[in-house]
């Protein structure tokens, strides 16, 4: 498993998502409110255009940009309890590269082809038109049967072609707040942007989610792509970002795709993370950590979406709920480091949340 993550600080991300249209096509394969951080100008961006989107998502009924949670979660305070420590409280959803297509169903609803180039991940059917519906009639390129999730980010392009991550990805579900026993599955349907394709170097480097940066052999942190990596079999590009994991309990999006999630926040006179009194509900840290097969001379390495620090990504919440229910409870809420079936190598006794083939016993 990977070294533990930075404690992340109580920053909520808001203002307006900036998204631009730069394609390369589709190409298919097998405490109190948090403060917000300004959105970046689009000067640091020169050759992205960026476009409001002018279409509602399905699910959006009077096309307010807010879609409500069919149940939503009230009378909850953020826990500042401090259960026993536990080093792990995660477990893995191992989802494998499906396609590429230059669509985004959060910020861009049923407008094919208005977004940059986005390499997606989990669910097989994810495209500009995607529902809450019509993810959990699609299949999933995930080790576990249950997660018919999307999962996308903007594609790394050398020399203009897509280079994508092979076999399954790491990503992470894991407690961002110190009483992980207050942490509960994602209600069905949630979505959210993590970061802005519009972010400079500097708000890459401040954000929240960032943990180590890109990396590649024996360099860290850095906020664009290295232009050299040591040239061995083994040696790949990566990058780790974090997802905000309080949620407001009442929206499953607001219009800037971001404001109904928060990052939790360090309780004065302590290190002890909790979400803030504006987002008083733990859900699990999404976090991605890609890796790409390329390495050498990256120099002619980009993203879709402009340069290293423009990296950001999306969910969509297409989970079946028992099956979720079930790996939070037994390795989140359990406190254990989970593999991709709920088992931890280091507590046999306490047995596997999924059988042999990833579904409920």
């Not at 959105?39 to 509602?56: D, I, V, W």
């Not at 396609?99 to 180039?117: A, C, E, F, N, W």
């Not at 404001?259 to 309780?267: N, Q």
Request: hydrophobic share 35%.
């Amino acid at each position: 498993m990977a070294r533990r993550s930075k404690i992340v600080s109580g920053l909520l991300i808001s203002g307006a998502l900036l998204v631009t249209s730069l394609g390369v096509g589709g190409m298919a394969v097998g405490a109190d409110s948090a403060p917000a951080v300004p959105a970046p100008a689009a000067a640091h961006h020169q050759g992205h255009t960026m476009a409001a989107s002018t279409a509602a998502a399905a699910e959006d009924r009077d096309g307010d940009g807010t879609i409500t949670a069919k149940s939503p979660v009230t009378g909850v305070r953020p826990s500042v309890k401090e259960p026993p420590h536990r080093y792990f409280h995660e477990f893995q959803a191992n989802c494998s590269v499906t396609h590429t297509r230059p669509d985004d169903p959060i910020v861009y609803p049923g407008q094919p082809g208005k977004s940059h180039d986005h390499t997606f991940m989990g669910n097989t059917t994810t495209d500009a038109h995607s529902t809450t519906d019509s993810l959990k009639r699609g299949n999933t390129a995930c080790k576990a049967p249950g997660d018919k999730s999307a999962y996308w980010m903007p594609t790394l392009l050398k020399n203009g072609e897509p280079v994508l991550p092979v076999g399954p990805q790491v990503i992470y579900y894991k407690s961002g707040v110190t009483d992980y026993t207050s942490v509960r599955p994602f209600p069905e349907g949630l979505r959210y942007v993590v970061g802005s394709p519009m972010q400079t170097a500097e708000e890459f480097r401040r954000h929240p989610g960032f943990v180590e940066g890109w990396e590649c052999g024996e360099s860290y942190f850095n906020v664009d792509i290295p232009k050299n990596c040591p040239t061995s079999a083994d040696t790949q590009l990566n990058i780790r970002f974090q997802a905000p994991s309080c949620w407001d309990g009442k929206n499953l999006d607001t219009p800037d795709h971001q404001s109904h999630m928060a990052y939790p926040t360090v309780k004065a006179g302590t290190n002890d993370n909790v979400c803030p009194t504006s987002h008083p509900v733990a859900l699990p840290m999404i976090e991605f950590k890609m890796a790409f097969p390329v390495n050498g001379d990256l120099s002619k390495v980009k993203l879709a979406s402009g340069e290293g620090h423009s990296f950001h990504y999306d969910f969509f919440n297409a989970w079946d709920p028992a099956t979720l229910k079930a790996l939070v409870d037994h390795c989140v809420v359990g406190g254990l480091q989970c593999n991709a079936r709920g088992y931890d190598e280091t507590h046999p006794e306490a047995g596997a949340a999924l059988d042999e083939n990833y579904e409920l016993p």
